[in-house]
């Protein structure tokens, strides 16, 4: 059989948590036309609003270790206690249907795509500062106390990997950071 072409391209969204990834994301997702987003599966426990199959494939600790065994995940990593990857299958489709892909996933994630597929565009979402971050992070009250502070200390080793990165948008007025993520994707 022949190889299909790859035709859509690929973008990954990295940050850390509260930092507006995933309003960026949604601006994209209804802006560009042909964008499509790959659900990732998470073992976390879905936040009041989440709907499995929507924000996340919400599956066990057993069904993550299987798709690991199986060799489903074009990347997967531990994030914050809990383990997160993208199904390869889902993502070859779309671009092989010549859609282009958003992928919104950890910096370790993002780093294992790049290696498998150096084609692929990483952008990197920073705070204005790390003070901006907490009060984003703590006002979207989806948190316990405990979540909060993992999640702020993962986020010094994360913003010392956007280097690593295509392009890196200061996520501070939100218009003006959609409109970044908007040029870097068309
Ligand atoms: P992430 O997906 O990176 O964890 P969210 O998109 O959930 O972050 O954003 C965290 C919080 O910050 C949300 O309450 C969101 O409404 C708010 N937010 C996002 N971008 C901005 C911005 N540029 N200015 C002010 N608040 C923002
Ligand atoms: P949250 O629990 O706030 O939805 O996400 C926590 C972190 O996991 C975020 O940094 C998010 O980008 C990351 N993440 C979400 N999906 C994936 C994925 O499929 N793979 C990886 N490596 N990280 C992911």
Do not use: W
Request: net charge negative.
């Amino acid at each position: 059989m022949m190889n299909r072409m790859m035709t859509g391209k690929l973008f990954v969204l990295s940050g850390p948590s509260g930092v507006g990834k995933g309003t960026l994301r949604e601006h994209a997702l209804s802006d560009i036309p042909g964008l499509v987003y790959s659900i990732s599966c998470t073992t976390r426990q879905p936040r009041p609003g989440e709907t499995d199959g929507i924000e996340y494939r919400f599956i066990t600790h057993e069904k993550f270790t299987q798709g690991i065994q199986q060799n489903l995940f074009l990347e997967y990593a531990h994030v914050h206690d809990d383990f997160y990857g993208t199904l390869r299958a889902d993502v070859v489709n779309e671009l092989e249907s010549g859609h282009n892909v958003l992928l919104e996933i950890d910096v370790q994630g993002a780093l294992q795509v790049k290696a498998k597929m150096p084609e692929a565009v990483l952008i990197f979402v920073a705070p204005p500062s790390v003070e901006v971050l907490e009060q984003r992070l703590r006002g979207r009250h989806t948190e316990s106390e405990a979540a909060l502070s993992v999640r702020l200390k993962n986020a010094a080793g994360e913003l010392g990997l956007k280097d690593k990165y295509d392009y890196v948008i200061v996520n501070d007025d939100l218009e003006k950071a959609s409109q970044e993520l908007r040029q870097i994707i068309l």
